[in-house]
């Protein structure tokens, strides 16, 4: 597991390796990074990294399975336990709500198959109660396997992204305001195993790049959601070996980066999406052989940058490749400029909210015209 997370100013990378959490923070005076060091030692490799309130929240297995939680600061981590040895539980992911937090997380049963499951642990500790989302099956996330990714959307706002099916494979999401959960949304289904995939939500629009495996290749499709629901998809590159699939905004274009066996490409989409463009790289980042792996990227900070995904060394994680000058930045210049994503400073009304995301429940959708909350 691999997270870059930019805060305050501030820029870190936090991985697994060796059983252990390592950490390292960026230094915009020497324009380098800290030496790594472990932040928490005996954890395993499932663990996630969550901004909730300006914090930066890392949630973790130890040795036995017990859970626990604990908010960066400056001499550290302190350890919370959160459940004692309970070693059939998967990945938790965080994220803000009115009475404390709601955990999102995954759980084996039997036969391999597993759960998507939410719940509210509110602040005097008491645990709410469970909520089965939906079955699951084994996610890919670049070289990274998983169950379920959770795309931010705004504070509350996040898709659950996750496969399921039988005979067909299903790629599809469910969309999470605090304790509300959204009904399936279907992406893509197919008779093929799906690859890699990368989600981005702007103000207006969903966009989504995903791989399906062929017999005799794969394709690499871009899908959008606006308004209108899905446009049809379109075929972004072909051929054997797609993976490490990045889609991020610059300047309010679209871009996604993506790995045809061992070379980076990066494409911007023309004509809304119908078409695409292949663009130049820097020597740096198009010579061939680099071992490259996905981060998840969690932003607190405002910026024309945007995506949940980039691309970095893999014996280096906090070496970040493609689109590393927009990301040291934001350490050099401290200065707030707007972000698309904040509908509160962007003055983007209920109404426009609402449309975006129709698909959600009734009952999410009068919470959030109801609520003088809802701008987040």
Not at 133 to 144: A, E, P, R, V
Not at 152 to 177: C, D, N, Q, T
Request: charged share 20%.
């Amino acid at each position: 597991m691999n997270y870059i997370v930019s805060i305050k100013g501030r820029l870190y990378c936090f991985y697994s390796r060796n059983n252990n959490i390592n950490f390292c923070e960026y230094s915009s005076e020497k324009s380098s990074w800290s030496k790594p060091r472990v932040l928490i030692s005996q954890a395993r490799e499932g663990f996630t990294v969550n901004l909730i309130n300006e914090d930066v929240v890392l949630i973790w297995h130890d040795g036995v399975g017990s859970l626990f939680s604990g908010v960066l600061g400056d001499d550290g981590i302190s350890a919370n336990e959160l459940i004692s040895g309970q070693k059939e539980f998967g990945q938790y992911f965080a994220m803000s709500d009115d009475d404390g937090v709601n955990l999102v997380y995954d759980m084996p049963v039997a036969d391999g198959a597993s759960m998507l499951m939410s719940q509210t642990l509110k602040r005097n500790g008491i645990w709410g109660a469970v909520k089965h989302i939906d079955n699951i099956n084994i996610l890919q996330h670049g070289q990274h396997k998983s169950l379920f990714n959770l795309v931010p959307i705004a504070k509350k706002h996040f898709l659950a992204v996750y496969f399921s099916g039988g005979f067909e494979s299903k790629l599809g999401y469910r969309e999470i305001y605090g304790k509300e959960i959204g009904s399936y949304n279907l992406v893509h289904s197919s008779i093929h195993k799906f690859g890699d995939h990368s989600f981005l939500a702007t103000i207006y629009d969903l966009h989504i790049a995903y791989v399906v495996r062929g017999v005799f290749g794969s394709r690499l499709i871009y899908k959008k959601k606006g308004k209108d629901g899905f446009s049809p998809g379109v075929v972004v590159a072909e051929g054997q070996g797609l993976h490490n699939v990045v889609v991020y905004m610059l300047d309010d274009k679209l871009h996604i980066m993506f790995m045809r066996g061992d070379e980076l490409f990066c494409v911007n989409a023309l004509g809304g999406g119908h078409s695409w463009s292949f663009l130049p790289l820097s020597e740096y980042d198009k010579s061939r052989n680099k071992q490259l792996s996905k981060a998840f990227y969690l932003s607190g900070d405002d910026d024309v940058f945007l995506t949940n995904e980039l691309l970095v060394d893999k014996e280096n994680p906090w070496k970040i490749h493609g689109c590393s000058k927009y990301i040291y930045a934001r350490c050099v210049n401290e200065t707030k400029t707007q972000n698309s994503n904040d509908f509160a400073e962007n003055n983007i009304n209920n109404k426009d909210y609402d449309n975006f995301f129709s698909d959600m429940e009734g009952e999410l959708a009068e919470y959030i015209r109801n609520n003088d909350d809802n701008k987040i």
